[in-house]
């Protein structure tokens, strides 16, 4: 069991520049989430996904977009980096247990110049 | 909307003491969940501990444990026996029981130093 993965783990873009972060689970869950964080700050919702086809904004979704391509994966794409998208973006997914608590990919530190 | 606040941003311990790592949140909720999750310098978060607001009896795991103050507002972590594999960056989190999304508000974080 892999868990959550994503890729790539680093990244420099320059202003105005576009990518795709890519998310995937193993763990069958349906909900999926991305997250921001920033120095000195906890993380911050961006967008998430309850189950395969729907997705919903989070606190900060401003200058993103995501898809929930199939139940594994889900992907945050910057049309037109900026950069106050610097930042360290985590995926996570949730478990169906009582707690339904959030596992967490290793993140990706993104720079953008 | 529901906060979180940890009011210490840095925290220091020696090897094999005890440490309480505070947080308060804010919500009109009478059912939720706490979590306490851990960073440390390789950046995984990592779930430590949860707590639901119902149980009124403090989660324990091996040397962590919580003192929840439903009342009070109040979810602090206590580590015990501290190791220098504890040093790192810990959040506290909050969600409410229901929604349609189980989103997680977060605390700024305090930073672990453990010294030998």
């Known amino acids: 069991n892999a868990g959550v993965t994503q890729t790539p783990k680093f990244q420099v873009l320059k202003t105005g520049q576009s990518m795709t972060l890519q998310c995937a689970q193993d763990?069958?869950?349906?909900?999926m989430y991305w997250y921001r964080q920033d120095p000195g700050m906890g993380l911050r919702l961006i967008y998430y996904?309850?189950?395969?086809?729907?997705?919903d904004k989070g606190e900060v979704p401003n200058g993103y977009n995501v898809s929930r391509l199939n139940k594994r994966e889900f992907s945050l794409r910057l049309e037109s980096a900026a950069p106050s998208q610097t930042s360290v973006y985590f995926c996570a997914s949730k478990g169906e247990n009582s707690y339904n608590e959030q596992f967490f990919g290793p993140g990706t530190r993104l720079t953008v110049l | 909307a529901q906060t979180v606040t940890q009011s210490q941003p840095e925290m220091s311990v020696q090897e094999a003491e005890t440490v309480t790592l505070s947080c308060t949140y804010d919500?009109?909720?009478?059912?939720?969940?706490l979590f306490w999750y851990k960073q440390p310098p390789s950046r995984q978060m990592i779930l430590v501990i949860r707590?639901?607001?119902?149980?009124?009896q403090n989660a324990t795991e091996n040397r962590f444990s919580v003192n929840f103050q439903k009342a009070a507002k109040s979810f602090s972590l206590k580590i015990s026996d501290s190791q220098l594999g504890d040093a790192a960056m810990y959040f506290c989190a909050y969600r409410d029981s229901g929604g349609s999304n189980y989103k997680l508000t977060f605390g700024k974080g305090t930073l672990l130093t453990v010294n030998p």
């Open positions: 919500t009109s909720e009478s059912d939720y969940y």
């Open positions: 707590q639901e607001a119902y149980k009124q």
């Open positions: 763990m069958n869950h349906n909900s």
């Open positions: 996904s309850a189950s395969e086809g729907t997705t």
